[in-house]
């Protein structure tokens, strides 16, 4: 019996770094964003929490002038998180993959990370084609450097991030029942 509990103990001991990774960093982030900043933070309520995003307008100008102007417009609100690849990224912006806003923005490729949290603008096969659409990296994701843009990183939310559900492999991630956005907007207009 002892020893059935002693194993018990060890793999709860080794799932605890897992499930601290998952945990927000920063649970009360709205709080600790400077007034100053709070210009460039997107905020994205889900059903199960919110998501701040730090937007990076001196890295992609165009692109996070774009998103600031459609979040303010209520373009996100109700879009679905519609292609959910299990440890790559989660994107939305667009019904199913069809389509956007309908004003393209030509690709101002970056320095900006490839790590778990980075926000990028998705494009077809024309890199100069982002719309509307972005995507969150759920991992670290070095071999998409140089080929999207980089215009924000998650700073509060990723176990919310994390909670979105997850596409069928077999289908390029493709979400059957989505999440969604229920409300997207920026910080300093709440």
Do not use: C
């Not at 959910?84 to 956007?100: E, K, L, P, R, S």
């Not at 309908?102 to 719309?131: C, L, W, Y």
Request: hydrophobic content about 40%.
């Amino acid at each position: 019996m002892t020893k059935k509990i002693m194993l018990l103990f060890l793999a709860l001991f080794a799932a605890l770094p897992a499930y601290a990774a998952s945990t927000d960093a920063k649970p009360n982030a709205k709080s600790s964003v400077a007034p100053s900043d709070k210009k460039d933070v997107l905020f994205i309520d889900l059903k199960f929490g919110r998501i701040l995003i730090k937007m990076h307008p001196e890295l992609a100008p165009k692109h996070v002038a774009r998103i600031k102007q459609l979040a303010s417009q209520g373009f996100y609100n109700s879009l679905p998180w519609f292609r959910v690849i299990d440890g790559f990224m989660a994107q939305t912006g667009a019904t199913y993959g069809g389509g956007g806003s309908g004003q393209t923005i030509p690709a101002e490729i970056n320095a900006g990370p490839t790590t778990r949290g980075a926000v990028f603008m998705s494009h077809g096969k024309d890199i100069n084609s982002g719309d509307s659409q972005f995507f969150i990296l759920l991992a670290d994701s070095p071999h998409i450097k140089g080929n999207f843009t980089y215009w924000g990183e998650v700073i509060s939310g990723m176990n919310v991030v994390d909670q979105i559900r997850k596409g069928n492999s077999f289908d390029n991630g493709s979400v059957d029942i989505a999440d969604r956005i229920v409300k997207m907007g920026l910080l300093s207009n709440e």
